[in-house]
T-cell receptor
Framework: SAVISQKPSRDICQRGTSLTIQCQVD?????MFWYRQQPGQSLTLIAT?????????ESGFVIDKFPISRPNLTFSTLTVSNMSPEDSSIYLC??????????????FGPGTRLTVL | GEDVEQSLFLSVREGDSSVINCTYT??????LYWYKQEPGAGLQLLTY?????DMKQDQRLTVLLNKKDKHLSLRIADTQTGDSAIYFC???????????????FGAGTQVVVTP
């Protein structure tokens, strides 16, 4: 299994500011995923980040709002830019299980709980 | 609306069975999953079922799949207090672009186990 850590675990931010969330994996992985979990709602995929290429964003998410870096095979950052209260969510990163034959078998980080005032 | 739908809350007494239900809309879904999220922790894969199966049993967990009705359920036998968590149903959707694919999650069912 992969061990995934995220920083910060939680933060309270003022509207209009930006927050960068870090995701660290204890093994090298090609793909990393960033999800948003809004209160009482399902997890929604924000983007897929492959090392060495631009992140692929899902419908409704744009690079200017959620820039992603993927400098190496064990690390990624997600920035939530120009925040508003609607960005208050839990943000999670995940990676597929190495060698998984089950597409969709992913390991998740513990999440970053963001509150925007 | 959500492609995957679940009831939001379930209360069950310790020792009883829990049944969590899920409906999905994509009939082409090949893989269906159940994830568990405990307080303060990330999601953890519990079990899965392939679309060519009707049932899968894994210790206390039983997954039932009704493809005709696009209905998935997770039964937890002899529910314990440690089973209190949010349970997410998810289907894997292949993408038509060159991306890999993505998990489509339901909103999650909060299961509360009472003594």
């Amino acid at each position: 299994s992969a061990v995934i850590s995220q920083k910060p675990s939680r933060d309270i931010c003022q509207r209009g500011t930006s927050l960068t969330i870090q995701c660290q994996v204890d093994s090298q992985v090609t793909m990393m995923f960033w999800y948003r979990q809004q209160p009482g709602q399902s997890l929604t995929l924000i983007a897929t980040a492959n090392q060495g290429s631009e992140a692929t964003y899902e419908s409704g998410f744009v690079i200017d709002k959620f820039p992603i870096s993927r400098p190496n095979l064990t690390f990624s950052t997600l920035t939530v830019s120009n925040m508003s209260p609607e960005d208050s969510s839990i943000y999670l990163c995940s990676v597929p299980r190495t060698g998984a034959t089950l597409l969709g078998e992913q390991f998740f980080g513990p999440g970053t709980r963001l509150t925007v005032l | 609306g959500e492609d995957v739908e679940q009831s939001l809350f379930l209360s069950v007494r310790e020792g009883d069975s829990s049944v969590i239900n899920c409906t999905y809309t994509d009939s082409s879904s090949t893989y269906l999953y159940w994830y568990k999220q405990e307080p303060g922790a990330g999601l953890q894969l519990l079990t899965y079922i392939f679309s060519n199966m009707d049932m899968k049993q894994d210790q206390r967990l039983t997954v039932l799949l009704n493809k005709k009705d696009k209905h998935l359920s997770l039964r937890i036998a002899d529910t314990q207090t440690g089973d209190s968590a949010i349970y997410f149903c998810a289907e894997f959707k292949f993408m038509t672009t060159d991306s890999w694919g993505k998990l489509q999650f339901g909103a999650g069912t909060q299961v509360v186990v009472t003594p």
